[in-house]
């Protein structure tokens, strides 16, 4: 299909840019792919749009898409990036990691693949690489030991171009973690730019107990708070979403979540025109009439979008 070429170009950041602690606004992706996913009034996924019912909006002027596509029940690569720092060993946040990984691989369809990765202190190891042998999962959970500081921010920065390895063109992030940085040379302000042209989503799995805040205090750092602010803000750039929980029923409803949407998902996608700044420009859709809502990446870094003409939108 003309869209499993395409997503190679529209994945993020490249295999040399990541190892850089260095952001430049140079950065531009050659195609820009849009996954979303629709909901109608009772919040359930919409699954049979019309590419005539989507408008594409660039900063809020129509853009002319070159490919429309449903992935209904498609089978999907997930790359699992687990938080495997000290941190993890506090409040049973691994127990409930390992126990929201064994839902996922539960819920799986024919066809899914899986990779593992672990990240500490410095960027993400490969633990398992992407195979349909879920028992291999499985068993890499079982040498991941809780240790040291969490370099979160630079470990998910590599994990774009690493997800790009899996055979599906339907593909997720499956972030499991407190969100807490401690050991980071990027600034959450820079893993947010690397985000911005990414087309794979980030689904995070904030772990922690019901009665801990909401929302991170840096000025009173406790490694068993969840730091929920940055988790969200890493889903809703990619056009995931944030789930809270620490327990196996808040888990498993997460999860089935996460799959239902990625099971009811569309792609729509257009190639930047090459004129114009190389700079952050924000996405959007405008649906006809029955949603509810709908989840999408906030946007893109590259150069001025094909935007359709007056004449063309009457």
Request: charged share 25%; hydrophobic share 40%; no cysteine.
């Amino acid at each position: 299909m003309k869209w499993l070429a395409l997503l190679i170009l529209a994945a993020g950041v490249s295999a040399q840019q990541v190892p850089s602690r260095e952001f430049t606004d140079a950065v531009s992706v050659g195609y820009v792919m849009v996954p979303f996913t629709v909901f109608g009034s009772k919040g359930d996924p919409v699954t049979n749009l019309q590419q005539k019912e989507i408008t594409l909006l660039v900063d809020g002027q129509p853009v002319k898409s070159d490919m429309f596509e449903r992935s209904m029940d498609a089978p999907v690569s997930f790359t699992i990036l687990l938080d495997g720092s000290g941190s993890m060993a506090l409040a049973g946040k691994m127990d409930a990691a390992r126990a929201a990984i064994g839902a996922l691989i539960a819920h799986r369809k024919a066809g899914d693949d899986f990779a593992l990765y672990v990240f500490d202190d410095k960027e993400a190891h490969e633990v398992v690489p992407f195979t349909s042998d879920v028992s291999a999962i499985g068993q890499g959970l079982v040498g991941v030991k809780p240790f040291g500081k969490t370099a979160f921010f630079d470990a998910l920065a590599t994990i774009p171009e690493r997800s790009r390895l899996g055979k599906n063109p339907t593909r997720a992030i499956i972030l499991l973690s407190d969100g807490i940085d401690n050991a980071s040379h990027l600034t959450r302000e820079q893993l947010s730019q690397r985000l911005e042209g990414m087309a794979i989503p980030i689904y995070a799995l904030g772990l922690r107990e019901p009665g801990e805040q909401t929302k991170f205090d840096p000025k009173q750092i406790n490694e068993e708070m969840s730091d929920l602010d940055a988790l969200e803000e890493v889903a809703k750039l990619t056009g995931g979403k944030l789930f809270v929980g620490n327990h196996p029923d808040q888990l498993s409803t997460a999860i089935a979540a996460v799959e239902q949407n990625l099971r009811a998902q569309y792609l729509i996608g257009f190639s930047p025109t090459g004129k114009g700044a190389v700079k952050y420009r924000r996405i959007s859709l405008k649906v006809e009439g029955r949603a509810r809502s709908v989840r999408v990446r906030a946007g893109y870094r590259g150069t001025e979008p094909p935007v359709l003409s007056a004449t063309r939108r009457s």
